[in-house]
């Protein structure tokens, strides 16, 4: 078979792979063996630019910097929704409709109001030409490249379409997706970000597209609008799209009268907090696209569709005073703290009021009476002000200027939404949450010292960084509040133990900025030792697999400084792990490399520690359940039914504990 084929059959089985585990959601092919085509591909268009393809499966990992959006006319215009907040709104609505319908029977299409950024699609000859934002509606900005990267978007189509139409759909970031996100972040340093939505529609608007291709997003698709559709409703027009490869979710349903309607918010009202993504209401459409015609549109609306917006809880309540908390990398983050009150079936005390930007826009002052509602977030927000109740003589808030711990003046960087106090080794939360963070499970995991302690220990002069934990010593810390003999002991005990943590723990311990557990595994594998990596220069780490320019130069800072450098050479003289050590098993082999397992019920020849350990001395992983991930699921009797029939669903194969002893011996 000839080169083109070749690449050509390799870009239909991605396709098709994506297809079914983005849309349909049922993979049919493991992660690792995805990988291994994709690259497969990569490199047959590497030797054979001739045939490059810019909706090739390849494309989808971006890589292209676009420094300015360009602006484009949307060919159709990207109109508003009315919405209604109540079912006698809707019903009014049906009125004004049937003064133009007449007394016709009405189909409403019912379709969930996916809350994240809408995007018009144009698609040529079944390929995706051009995404742009909706902007103002007339104009929008071209995000083509970032949108290539959402794998759910088809960029060929499937089946018989049109040549020409546009696809209008909503961005979203599923909430698995953002808690994800938001943990990565806490776990070097950064501030989590606030909501789904704006994360999502964020997210369109990055330089880097390979940023946008590792974000957890998502496309709802809603709307098909062009010339000659080969369908006469909207119903049938998301039928029809999800036959052509693009992701329609299921809910939604065909109401044959207004009261179909009021059962479907009904059951939506409730149940959206059982979906994978954020909701925020019900849209209605008249289902006829002859019915729509004779409706028209009004300056920002159609007349033929309507949101009705759930109502999320909302209480109002007197803000007391606002204060500024001091994060471990030294960003400052405004709290709101409230008169308490009842909300969502918790007591509400404080709020976020996110940064600078936000009390501004708010115009928030201390005694106003505000708005308090809850997403979908954790984290209570401000909504608006209730100016009608502000009192008098009130002044609009000044952000503070200075660092409400330490007193330096405060910075913000260009283009970042909060200031930060710069003063990283003299303010004190920032010097006790870096020791916290070293002292934490999953960097160095000292047992018999917390939290609190560290603060006490910090507050009574015995530590000032993570090195002084070493030279502690139990007469000095008896003296403490409730400090008794026993646990002076193990507090002792403990930071001697954590010597052995080894080396990748250790970096990522000692608190570079943006180097989170992943990034510390990777740096300590390549450069083996601390004295490598101090010596490496900013292009060597930037080759480094995965380490780009903001990691590398964070790391880059990190040894520049003196007091770093200092603080790291006692940690090494009092024998902390910088070095990596190779445990060497005489029965280790990589057999079972780039392969996930998952071990289920009861064994006779070993115990279940004894199976893991057998898989990953042998260079497999143990997976902890059942997923897309999973190679195999070893079974020993009474596997859960749970197991067995997600492993049957996913087309996972199921082996005995003597199938893998076979795979082990083998060869
Ligand atoms: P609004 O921004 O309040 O004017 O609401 C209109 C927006 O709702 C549209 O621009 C879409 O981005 C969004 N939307 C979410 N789900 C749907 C849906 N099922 N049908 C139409 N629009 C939707
Ligand atoms: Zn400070």
Redesign the pocket.
């Known amino acids: 078979m000839d080169i083109q084929n070749t690449i050509q059959k390799i870009r239909e089985e991605l396709n098709l792979h994506n297809h079914n585990y983005y849309v349909l959601d049922t993979p049919t092919i493991s992660d690792f063996e995805f990988d291994l085509k994709l690259k497969q591909l990569q490199d047959l268009e590497n030797k054979y630019p001739e045939y490059f393809d810019e909706n090739s499966p390849s494309q989808r990992v971006g890589g292209t910097i676009t420094k300015n959006f360009q602006t484009v006319a949307h060919e159709h215009r ?1 109109y ?2 009315d ?1 209604s907040y109540s079912k006698e709104e809707l019903m009014d609505w049906e009125k004004r409709i049937q003064k133009v319908l007449g007394d016709v029977p009405l189909e409403y299409t019912c ?4 809350d994240g950024a ?1 995007i018009s699609i144009t698609y040529e000859n079944g390929k995706l030409k051009r995404a742009v934002t ?1 902007g103002d509606g007339f104009q929008g900005d071209d995000v083509t490249n970032n949108i290539k990267t959402i794998k759910s978007i088809p960029l060929k189509l499937k089946g018989n379409f049109p040549d020409k139409f546009d696809v209008r759909g ?1 961005i979203i970031l599923p909430f698995a997706g953002f808690e994800k996100m938001n943990q990565d972040l806490i776990e070097i340093g950064e501030l989590p970000y606030s909501n789904p939505r704006n994360t999502a529609s964020g997210s369109l608007k990055l330089q880097d597209s390979a940023e946008v291709a590792k974000r957890p997003l998502d496309c709802l698709l ?2 098909l609008i062009g010339n000659n559709l080969p369908f006469k409703s909207q119903f049938e027009g998301l039928e029809t799209a999800r036959n052509w490869g693009f992701k329609v979710p299921k809910e939604a349903k065909l109401a044959n009268n207004l009261a179909e309607v009021f059962e479907f918010i009904d059951y939506w009202d409730i149940h959206r907090h059982d979906l994978p993504y954020e909701t925020d209401g019900v ?1 209605v459409k008249v289902n006829s696209f002859h019915f729509q015609d004779e409706l028209g549109f009004t300056a920002k609306s159609p007349r033929w569709a309507i ?1 009705y917006k759930f109502k999320s809880e909302q209480v109002s309540t007197r803000l007391n005073s606002i204060s500024y908390q001091v994060g471990r990398t030294g960003s400052i983050t405004p709290v709101a703290n409230l008169e308490p009150v009842q909300l969502a079936g918790t007591i509400v005390k404080r709020a976020s009021l996110h940064n600078a930007d936000q009390i501004e826009k708010l115009d928030i002052r201390v005694g106003d009476t505000v708005f308090v509602e809850k997403g979908g977030e954790i984290i209570p927000k401000i909504i608006a002000v209730d100016l009608s109740k502000r009192p008098e003589n009130t002044e609009p808030t000044k952000y503070i200027t200075h660092c409400p711990e330490c007193n330096t003046a405060l910075v913000r960087t260009e283009g970042e939404a909060n200031h930060y106090c710069p003063n990283f080794y003299g303010c004190p939360p920032q010097i006790i949450g870096r020791i916290q963070h070293y002292i934490s499970r999953k960097a160095m995991d000292i047992e018999g010292l917390g939290g609190e302690t560290v603060a006490l220990l910090f507050n009574n002069g015995l530590v000032h960084n993570y090195a002084d934990l070493y030279e502690l010593t139990v007469d000095q810390i008896l003296p403490l509040e409730r400090m008794a003999q026993k646990s002076a002991e193990n507090l002792v005990k403990g930071v001697e133990n954590s010597k052995n943590i080894p080396f990748e723990r250790v970096l990522f311990a000692i608190g570079i900025r943006y180097v989170g557990e992943t990034v510390a595994k990777k740096l300590a594998k390549h450069y083996k030792s601390i004295d490598a990596l101090r010596q490496a220069t900013l292009m060597d780490l930037i080759l480094v697999d995965e380490i780009g320019e903001r990691i590398a130069q964070s790391v880059i800072d990190f040894f520049e400084n003196q007091e770093n450098r200092i603080i790291i050479d006692r940690l090494k003289s009092f024998g902390v792990q910088f070095e990596i050590v190779e445990h060497i098993n005489p029965n280790a082999t990589d057999k079972l490399s780039g392969k996930t397992f998952v071990v289920s019920g009861v064994f006779e020849k070993f115990s279940r520690d004894d199976l893991k350990k057998a898989i990953e001395d042998n260079g497999g992983k143990v997976g902890s359940s059942i997923s897309a991930k999973t190679d195999y699921v070893v079974a020993g009797d009474n596997m859960g039914p749970a197991k067995l029939d997600k492993a049957t669903k996913l087309n996972i194969p199921i082996i005995s504990e003597d199938d893998f002893m076979n795979l082990i011996n083998e060869g």
């Open positions: 990207m508003s929704l919405n379709e969930l109001k996916y809408s909706r909503e809603y709307f849209v949101a």
